[in-house]
């Protein structure tokens, strides 16, 4: 007898559970929706949804994630299909229709961004990428001014860390030099320079020059690696959702200690100066610390928003180049092509300006093409914040939309879509610069590799412009670029941003 009360209580929460279960499947049929096809699981650990948790270390290692999941659409024969992970369903869609309708506008209160605060927020606090709603719409807000257009075009800040570059591969003329490493480099300077007022001077290190920046290089060493290794722990956390706390190892506590004393001397710099000093040093207002030290004193605030820009400044656009010319060295007949329209368009340095850039259309195709073959951001992920609908995926045919409950996680993997022949032409696992001759300008409906709708990437244009500066002016000096890059498929990590795992060894004559 003393059982009977928790009998009544289990019945009646699987009475509930079914009704809603019916209660919505009445409502998929009212709103015209279709079922979506289940993918068929490979083993007990895949019906369980939780093969890619325990085997994920391997998976890693093995740096093939991209691979397995274009293997998984083929296993499905869709390109919306129905999964299973940590015992929940989620959605996994190629369809640009889905990406595009979740991102606009007109349904953004309707999705949100999963556990991303939480698995990010132990590193980002609450800055731009990991935070939501009206903290999000602020930090937006801030951000914006330094990413103008009229900012952007500024690009002769970058002829320095450029020559810099240059100066590093010509110590190594004709040996193999980690590129990866060099770009990083790169971005990272260019960033902390046009953004925080001081560069951090990682390619003076490199060169054995003297640092006029007042952090220790064995810091800025450190720096580099832990933020590396904190990507991959970070999105094993948000994989992992409600189950996250398992994932908290000293090494990651490490990292973003390493990752906030960094940022805590641009920090601690400005708000040591008073507001004249600010007014003084913000170069008309475009360098973001002193702007945003203006309008708050709060340290951890502001090394949340540093670090977010850091993120973006380095990860993403250090991944187009190193892809770029990845896929250059592999195709010497093409960088022999891009280097003579190179040469013939920009001259000189002087030459090279935002509008010049933006009139070659053969550089623009080849950075479209890196973008598309190896997207810097590989995946796009929302969560349902209510009963909702996505546009296509059901049904035998796909066409008819497909009812979306609270909760739901939706995946949409842009290394898969960026394969469709549909939308990119015949072979698409090429790098065909030429194809983009008969694709429009913008790339169409299916290329979004900065995200669109209200949190698109607002660094999308400087990203572009920093990519086609270095590739100009490396071009301009270096008849030749060779690889040393192992065997298809090349290993590459799966975490927020994606890059090589093994570097990205080219020799330059």
Same mark, same amino acid.
Request: proline share 5%.
């Given at each position: 007898?003393?059982?009977?009360?928790?009998?009544?209580?289990?019945?009646?929460?699987?009475?509930?559970?079914?009704?809603?279960?019916?209660?919505?499947?009445?409502?998929?049929? &009212?709103?015209?929706?279709?079922?979506?096809?289940?993918?068929?699981?490979?083993?007990?650990?895949?019906?369980?949804g939780?093969?890619?948790?325990?085997?994920? &270390?391997?998976?890693?290692?093995?740096?093939?994630?991209?691979?397995m999941?274009?293997?998984?659409?083929?296993?499905?024969?869709? &390109?919306?299909?129905?999964?299973?992970?940590?015992?929940?369903?989620?959605?996994?869609?190629?369809?640009?229709e889905?990406?595009?309708?979740?991102?606009?506008?007109?349904?953004?209160?309707?999705?949100?961004?999963?556990?991303?605060?939480?698995?990010?927020?132990?590193?980002?606090?609450?800055?731009?990428?990991?935070?939501?709603?009206?903290?999000?719409?602020?930090?937006?807000?801030?951000?914006?001014?330094?990413?103008?257009?009229?900012?952007?075009?500024?690009?002769?800040?970058?002829?320095?860390?450029?020559?810099?570059?240059? $100066?590093?591969?010509?110590?190594?003329?004709?040996?193999?030099?980690?590129?990866?490493?060099?770009?990083?480099?790169?971005?990272?300077?260019?960033?902390?320079?046009?953004l925080?007022?001081e560069?951090?001077?990682?390619?003076?290190?490199?060169?054995?020059?003297?640092?006029?920046?007042?952090?220790?290089?064995?810091?800025?060493?450190?720096?580099?690696?832990?933020?590396?290794?904190?990507?991959?722990?970070?999105?094993?956390?948000?994989?992992?959702?409600?189950?996250?706390?398992?994932?908290?190892?000293?090494?990651?506590?490490?990292?973003?200690?390493?990752?906030?004393?960094?940022?805590?001397?641009?920090?601690?710099?400005?708000?040591?100066?008073?507001?004249?000093?600010?007014?003084?040093?913000?170069?008309?207002?475009?360098?973001?610390?002193?702007?945003?030290?203006?309008?708050?004193?709060?340290?951890?605030?502001?090394?949340?928003?540093?670090?977010?820009?850091?993120?973006?400044?380095r990860?993403?656009?250090?991944?187009?180049?190193?892809?770029?010319?990845?896929?250059l060295?592999?195709?010497?007949?093409?960088?022999?092509?891009?280097?003579?329209?190179?040469?013939q $368009?920009?001259?000189?340095?002087?030459?090279?300006?935002? $509008?010049?850039?933006?009139?070659?259309?053969?550089?623009?195709?080849?950075?479209?093409?890196?973008?598309?073959?190896?997207?810097?951001?590989?995946?796009?992920?929302?969560?349902a914040?209510?009963?909702?609908?996505?546009?296509?995926g059901?049904?035998?045919d796909? &066409?008819?939309?497909i009812?979306?409950?609270?909760?739901?996680?939706?995946?949409?993997?842009?290394?898969?879509?960026?394969?469709?022949?549909?939308?990119?032409?015949?072979?698409?696992?090429?790098?065909?610069?030429?194809?983009?001759?008969?694709?429009?300008?913008?790339?169409?409906?299916?290329?979004?590799?900065?995200?669109?709708?209200?949190?698109?990437?607002?660094?999308?244009?400087?990203?572009?412009?920093?990519?086609?500066?270095?590739?100009?002016?490396?071009?301009?000096t270096?008849?030749?670029?060779?690889?040393?890059?192992?065997?298809?498929?090349?290993?590459?990590?799966s975490?927020?941003?994606?890059?090589?795992? $093994?570097?990205?060894?080219?020799?330059?004559?």
């Amino acid at each position: 007898m003393t059982y009977i009360p928790y009998l009544i209580v289990i019945a009646s929460y699987i009475i509930y559970k079914l009704l809603h279960r019916v209660q919505l499947h009445q409502r998929a049929i &009212k709103l015209g929706c279709k079922p979506v096809k289940h993918i068929p699981p490979r083993n007990l650990l895949d019906r369980l949804g939780i093969y890619e948790i325990v085997h994920r &270390k391997k998976l890693m290692h093995l740096g093939t994630t991209f691979e397995m999941l274009e293997e998984a659409f083929d296993r499905a024969q869709v &390109k919306t299909f129905e999964g299973t992970a940590l015992f929940s369903s989620f959605i996994m869609t190629i369809e640009p229709e889905n990406l595009r309708h979740m991102m606009s506008l007109a349904h953004f209160n309707e999705w949100n961004i999963g556990y991303r605060p939480q698995a990010f927020g132990i590193l980002l606090g609450d800055g731009i990428f990991s935070s939501e709603g009206t903290q999000w719409k602020h930090s937006r807000v801030m951000l914006r001014p330094s990413f103008t257009k009229e900012n952007i075009k500024q690009i002769t800040k970058m002829e320095p860390f450029a020559a810099r570059v240059i $100066d590093l591969i010509k110590q190594k003329l004709g040996q193999a030099i980690d590129m990866q490493d060099v770009f990083q480099f790169f971005t990272m300077d260019f960033t902390t320079d046009l953004l925080l007022g001081e560069s951090s001077d990682s390619l003076k290190d490199a060169l054995g020059q003297h640092s006029s920046t007042g952090i220790d290089p064995e810091l800025k060493r450190q720096f580099s690696i832990a933020f590396d290794e904190s990507s991959n722990y970070l999105m094993t956390r948000m994989i992992l959702g409600p189950l996250m706390f398992l994932v908290n190892p000293k090494t990651l506590q490490d990292a973003i200690k390493i990752q906030h004393k960094f940022v805590d001397y641009y920090i601690e710099k400005a708000l040591a100066m008073t507001s004249h000093e600010l007014n003084e040093k913000s170069d008309d207002g475009t360098i973001f610390l002193y702007q945003l030290a203006h309008e708050t004193k709060d340290p951890i605030n502001l090394r949340n928003q540093i670090l977010s820009i850091i993120l973006a400044g380095r990860n993403t656009t250090s991944g187009l180049m190193t892809f770029l010319f990845a896929q250059l060295s592999k195709n010497p007949e093409i960088y022999c092509k891009l280097r003579d329209i190179i040469r013939q $368009d920009f001259p000189n340095v002087e030459s090279i300006t935002f $509008d010049s850039i933006q009139n070659c259309d053969y550089l623009r195709w080849c950075i479209n093409e890196t973008l598309r073959i190896n997207p810097s951001v590989p995946f796009e992920s929302k969560t349902a914040s209510v009963d909702t609908t996505l546009p296509r995926g059901g049904g035998v045919d796909e &066409k008819a939309p497909i009812f979306i409950a609270k909760g739901t996680r939706i995946v949409y993997p842009l290394w898969v879509a960026n394969r469709n022949e549909e939308h990119f032409g015949e072979n698409t696992g090429e790098f065909i610069p030429e194809r983009w001759e008969q694709l429009p300008r913008s790339g169409g409906i299916a290329f979004m590799p900065f995200s669109v709708g209200p949190r698109a990437c607002l660094g999308q244009s400087l990203a572009l412009t920093e990519a086609a500066y270095i590739t100009i002016r490396l071009l301009q000096t270096f008849d030749s670029c060779e690889s040393h890059l192992g065997p298809e498929p090349l290993r590459k990590t799966s975490s927020a941003t994606m890059r090589l795992m $093994d570097g990205c060894e080219l020799s330059f004559k």
